[in-house]
């Protein structure tokens, strides 16, 4: 069965990847520049700051104490940080940021930067421009604000961060879905972008598609014309292995569920392929945002899933950032001090 798993890695992967053994692989990069290129091969092993600063009420629940952000600083490269800004914001059209919020952030922003990483910063759960049910304790806006404020949470954005080091990276938008059809996001991304490059003309931005970054989604994405764009997508397939039992899922799926068979290798593959595809095409490189599994899943399948995505990423020179640190999801355990070691194993080695 490995045996056959592994021929149909290589199969699936190596018709596609511009890469041969010994090399390292490296994406299409002929739609950006050399410098945002070798940021994208850069960004190598991440990790998510889940819930630390996108929860609706941040901070309680797992904060980012010392000693979590020096393991992370001595074991990743690249660290996301997802950031629920239109919640610590004005809710009229002006978006004015939370100024002690905004100087939280900065300081985790400037320790990670001073410690050589790369930072992902991410506008997260803006929930209601996508349609969705607001969470406790985050308030409602009018409907006619809604893109406004996007936009001007970022023009504040990217003027406080425009003198920061070029290893502070923008993500636009976590996960566009429900009501943000792609037409929609094809212009609203675009006016951000322009927003942004008023003040940060060459920093690199972060954009993905439609359907939560689904790979699928990939050809409805209009990539803005700029040559500094790195573009994600996110993998949670096999779905039925990774979300079950959690409880956010609008329907709970079902737990008990294994993984990997071959059917749901096939899978994972399909995402990757379609993504070399779609890099080849047009020349935009690739960031794997997220993946991860929730702990109801068995450890061993978990570790498996792990290691057969990020395996499958860095064959085709695909940099990533695991979901998460440390929540459910996460490859540590704050309460135990300790690793999850079948996940940290999958991540490393
Ligand atoms: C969401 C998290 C969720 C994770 C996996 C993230 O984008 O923000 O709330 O746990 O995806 O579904």
Known sequence: MRILVAALLMMGLSSLAATS??????????????????IAHALGRGINLGSMFELASVGAKNPLSPDLLRLVVDNFKTVRIPVRWTNNAAPTADAKLDERFAERIDAVVDELLASGRYVILDLHHYNQIFGDRLDKSEFPVSDDVLETRLLKVWEQLAGRYAGRSQRLIFELLNEPHGRMSASRWNTLASRALSIVRRTNPTRVVIVGPVFWNNVRELPSLTVPGDRNLIVTFHNYEPFEFTHQGAPFVSRPLPTGITCCSL????????VFNQAAIWNVQTGYPLYLGEF???DTGDMTSRATFTRTVRTAAEQLGIGWAFWDLSTSFGVYSPAKQAWHEPLRRALFD
């Open 21 to 38: 053994i010994g090399e390292v692989p490296r994406q299409n990069c002929s739609a950006v520049t050399p410098q945002t290129c070798d």
């Open 263 to 270: 059917d749901q290798t096939a899978q994972i593959i399909n």
């Open 292 to 294: 991860g599994s929730f």
